[in-house]
């Protein structure tokens, strides 16, 4: 396979969530068993639906809306009533000089400080956004993780059972040479223990089984405990993807790409506080009356403006700054320990490709080749069923290892995504 092709190919997988997220369906949780079995995009969508986190954080993004809407209002006006020189003695005993204000203040904002406030919210529902993004990332890669653990445990079942057989086979010829004496009683008990580990080794294998399918069900948010049966085949994608090609679609990935989304608040953040600096106006306009001389009334109008001499908001100015220009060095922090868990899920999934690749190509063809020529020899009679037996388990033991083969690579290409993930973040 062309190794651009490749690349492609497993990039693209890369996609898979934003597709099977897109409209994810409607609905109450399924409580009855499938008519047939479920395949990963419909496991997906199941996961999705049925998943509390999204629902609370469907709940945290209304409050973000309702925050923006806050944000937008404006201080709401004052209504003053003042009482000037009454119950006093002399010219002002009792009412003779009182003095009534009737006005209203309001608070005029400079600086832009709304439009900055509702810019923060901006970034703050955005910020919100890409964490949904990674909530999303996170339970594709554990109903993949689940999901592949499911058809591989299914398949050791197959093959357990397989095994299984072939040991009872096996004991049975070792009861017939026995009874012809040409194998020993120790042979005969040797091989009924060999059925016996068979048949522990299958009973653990259906635990397993049910083990992956009762984590399964839970993300689809059905009882643990049904039978749930899964379809998909968990083959390898080719060649290994180059280093330099994960560490170029690293740039892209959710995980880095929110920290520019958290650069963008903190800079609407400094912002706010640089203009928290300029003090706000207060305005007064009303009437007054005046008690004495026949009732005479007057217009009154007062502008308060703060002197920003102490207090400039120096503090949470550098701050806000500080905070802004720690981004980049928590994106790096972060991309270190990104690009080292993608080493290390770069060098697993380059030996799980090797390893099925030998097993596939050399190991599986020479352990076939192997059984068909003792098979050849027992029917010349030149060699006993139980040489035909031990050559069998010989290549069920390969079989064994290309599973847990493709069990590692499995995980590791599953690992590599969890990283990888593009934001779709709009």
Known sequence: ????????????????????????????????L??????????????????????????????????????GSRP???????AENFLGTGPISGVKGLELTLGVSQIIETAGKRDLRVAIEHQNRTVLDWQIQQARAELEADVYRVFAATLLAEETVALRREELELAEQG??????LVEKASASRAEEVRTQLSVRLQQFALDQAMRELDAARGDLAAYLGMDPSVALAVE?????????????????????????????????RRKAVVALEEAMGTP?????????????EDGNMGFVASVAVPLPFLDQNRGNIRTARSALRSVE??????????????????????????????????LIPAANLALREVE???????????????????????????????????????????????????
């Open 329 to 362: 060095f928590e994106r790096e922090t972060e991309r270190r320990r990104m690009l080292v868990q993608l080493q290390r899920a770069w060098q697993s999934l380059r030996s799980a490709a090797a390893d099925v690749s030998s097993i596939d190509n050399e």
């Open 76 to 82: 709401n006006p004052v209504l003053a009533a003042e």
């Open 280 to 292: 706000d106006w207060e305005v007064f306009g009303g009437a007054r009356y005046f008690n004495e």
């Open 1 to 32: 396979m062309n190794s651009t092709i490749f690349q492609n190919s497993f990039l693209s997988l890369l996609l898979s969530a934003a597709a099977v997220y897109a409209d994810p369906p409607e609905g109450d949780p399924p409580d009855h």
């Open 34 to 71: 499938f008519d047939s079995p479920v395949r990963i995009e419909q496991a997906l969508r199941l996961a999705y639906q049925n998943d509390p986190r999204f629902q609370l954080l469907a709940e945290r993004r209304n409050g973000v809306e309702g925050q923006i809407e806050q944000a």
């Open 171 to 176: 004991y049975e010829v070792s009861k017939e």
């Open 376 to 426: 050849e020899l027992y029917r010349r009679g030149r060699l006993n069923q139980v040489a035909v037996l031990n050559s069998r388990k010989e290549l069920f033991g390969l079989r064994e290892a290309r599973i847990d083969g493709v069990r590692r690579y499995l995980d590791a290409r599953q690992s590599i995504r969890d990283i990888l993930l593009p934001v779709s973040v709009k």
């Open 232 to 264: 998909g085949d968990p083959v390898l994608d080719g060649q290994v993807p180059s280093w330099s090609t994960l560490v170029e679609a690293l740039e892209s990935s959710v995980r880095l790409r929110g920290f520019e989304v958290e650069s963008e």
